[in-house]
């Protein structure tokens, strides 16, 4: 039982196309986000959702739209892909957003290309 | 603001020999702070973490850090090197009020030699 998956594990994909990453935590957890990670291995937070309440918006563009159906799920669609969006996106999950409850849980992370 | 500064981008350590991976923050207030582990193709893992109280943390896979304020550092240690230890590390720091937000290192790849 994987506790926090995303689907799907690799996205390749043209410039313009709109494309959708899942996330879903068994865990029973309040927070999650999306983090993304560049080619070289920088991560940086994209969002944060407490209980489907979006909390963080670390100044993503707007193209980039989370969706929190309920806490449970938390799903990144991005409009217009650019070649600049090629990254590793990761998932992750925590118990709450207090600092000492931070201990995240990762998704495994989906490969985007945009060829 | 918050910042994570991982010195090292590369270390390659022999098997069984100790490992000693640095990590410096800067933070205005007692942070909160993570070790990640990121094996290729993976999610990361945690590690260990330190909030308050016992500035030396253990945690999994034999990993232990030490929290110390005067340096602003919080270096990661195994006594002994395993080849399944290969991958990188990341460092992170967290802070009250920020929305569960993490600010990350740029990460240490870690090589094993047999």
């Known amino acids: 039982d994987t506790a926090v998956s995303q689907t799907p594990k690799y996205l390749v994909t043209q410039m313009g196309n709109d494309k959708s990453i899942k996330c879903e935590q068994n865990?029973?957890?309040?927070?999650m986000y999306w983090y993304k990670q560049d080619s070289k291995k920088f991560l940086k937070i994209m969002f944060s959702?407490?209980?489907?309440?979006?909390?963080i918006n670390e100044t993503v563009p707007n193209r980039f739209s989370p969706k929190s159906p309920d806490k449970a799920h938390l799903n990144l669609h991005i409009n217009s892909l650019e070649l600049g969006d090629s990254a590793v996106y990761f998932c992750?999950?925590?118990?709450?957003?207090?600092?000492?409850?931070?201990?995240?849980?990762f998704g495994s992370g989906t490969r985007l290309t945009v060829v | 603001a918050q910042s994570v500064t991982q010195p090292d981008i590369h270390i390659t350590v022999s098997e069984g020999a100790s490992l000693e991976l640095r990590c410096n923050y800067s933070?205005?207030?007692?942070?909160?702070l993570f070790w990640y582990v990121q094996s290729p193709g993976q999610g990361l893992q945690l590690l260990l973490k330190?909030?308050?109280?016992?500035?030396l943390v253990q945690g999994i896979k034999g990993f232990e850090a030490e929290f110390k304020r005067s340096q602003s550092s919080f270096n990661l240690r195994k006594p002994s090197v395993h080849w399944s230890d290969a991958a990188e590390y990341f460092c992170?720091?967290?802070?009250?009020?920020?929305?569960?937000?993490?600010?990350f290192g740029q990460g240490t790849e870690l090589s094993v030699k047999p």
């Open positions: 992750a999950s925590s118990h709450d957003d207090r600092p000492d409850n931070y201990g995240y849980t």
């Open positions: 865990l029973g957890h309040d927070t």
């Open positions: 959702y407490n209980n489907k309440e979006l909390i």
């Open positions: 933070y205005g207030a007692t942070p909160y």
């Open positions: 330190y909030f308050s109280g016992d500035t």
């Open positions: 992170a720091v967290g802070a009250k009020n920020q929305g569960g937000k993490l600010i």
